[in-house]
C-alpha cells in the first residue's frame, strides 16, 4: 500500500490522493496527468522508431537536478502574463462575415480529430444522447456537443437558433434567447468549440472562451499538455484538492478564485482543456462527492440538491466579478462496468449537476462546460465498487480558455 501524503506535502507527479484511515485500498496519483502517465506505462511499448541523426549526448550541466519549481501565481492576469492577448476583434465571434445555413439545417454530429490514431469506439446513440466515443492511444473519449447544447437551447423557453457557415469548415451557433441575449459559439468541422461568447441585451460581448486563429487552426487534434513539462508545485495538497463537504461557502469561493497554479502557456480550446490532463492538472480541483446516484443511473434526488448549494453560491459571487467564468463539471465513476458505459454515464452525470446548477441555482448554462472521463481517474485504485470513485469534480478553466479582461 502506497504512503499517504500528509497536508504539507508537495504535489509533485509521484503524490498520491489523502484517503480517510478506513479505507485500506491503495491511493491513486493526485495528478490526473500522471494516472495517464502510469495506464501508458503499463501498456505493451511499441517499438521506437530509429532516429535519422544520433542522439545528442546530454551535458553535465544538463544532467544536473532541474531547478526548483517557480511558485503559483498570484492571480490570473500574473498567469497569463506570457501571454500576448489578440485584438478584441480577433476573439470576438461575430467579427466575420457567415452564410445563414438553411432553416431545415441539422447541426453536424460530433467527429472524432482527423488523426490516424483515432478509432471510433461507439458511434452517437440518439436513443440515449450518448455521444460520440472515441480512442486515442490508449485512452477513450466522449464527444458530446448535442448534450451541452441542449442545456444553452431550449425551444420551448421561447429560444431561437440558427446556424451560418464560415471560412474553413467553421460553422456559427446563434441561439438567441427570449430575454434579448444570445450566446454564440463557433464550431470546427469536428464539432468543437473554438470561441463562445454571450451577447447582453445592450450589445456588449462577454467572452466566454477564445483563442488566436493568426497563431494556429485547430484541424488534427493533439494534446497540448505534451509540449509542457511534468507538472510540480511547492503547495500543499490541501490547497490543491478542497472537498467541499468539509469546507465552507466563503472557503470554496476563495478556492475556486485562485489562479492556476503555473504559467498559462498559451489560451486552449474548450476542448483541448476537456482531452488534456496535463492541462487541466494546472487549474485546483473542487471535490464533490456527496452526491449519491442512482446505480447506472445519472439522476439524484431531488433532496440533494442542497447538497450543491456551496458550490453555486461560490460561482454566483465570482460571476457578479467576472461575467466570463468557465468551470468545468467533471463527472466520474468506479471501475465496476466496462469502459465505454462508464464514460457515457459519468458524462451524463456532469450534465445532470449542471443542469441543477442552472435549474435550481440560475447559474447560466454557458458559463459551464461538462466532461465525463468514467473510471479513468481512480482516486482508490480498486476495480471494486469505491463511493470515493464516484464523484464530481469542478474546476474553473476561465484563464485557460479566455484572454484576461482586466
Partial sequence: MSELPNASEEVTPSAVEVLPPDVSSEAAPILDSAKDQKKTSEQPSKPAKQ?????????SEASSEAPPPAPPPTDDKTAQQQIQPPPKEVQSTLTEQGQQKPADFTFIEPKPPENGDVKIVQPPKTDTNGGLVFQIGVNIYISNPEQERSRFYDRNRGDQIYYEDLSRGRTREVIA???GTKVITIYDRNGDVLQRSKVTRDGREIILASYDPRDRDIEDWRDPG????????TIPASQYILDADTADETEVETFLDQPPVE????????????RSARIRDSVRRLEIGGLTFDTGKATIARDQVDALSKVANAMLKLLDKNPGEVFLIEGHTDAVGSDVSNLVLSDQRAATVARILTDFYEIPAENLVTQGYGERYLKVETEGPEPLNRRVTVKRITPL?????S
Wanted: charge should be negative; hydrophobic fraction near 30%.
Fill in 401 to 405: 480558455v479566455a484572454y484576461n479582461a
Fill in 177 to 179: 434567447r427570449k430575454d
Fill in 51 to 59: 532516429p535519422s541523426q544520433p542522439a545528442e549526448q546530454p551535458s
Fill in 226 to 233: 505534451e509540449d509542457l513539462p511534468p507538472l510540480r508545485l
Fill in 263 to 274: 504559467q498559462v502557456r498559451q489560451i486552449y480550446t474548450i476542448d483541448e482543456v476537456k
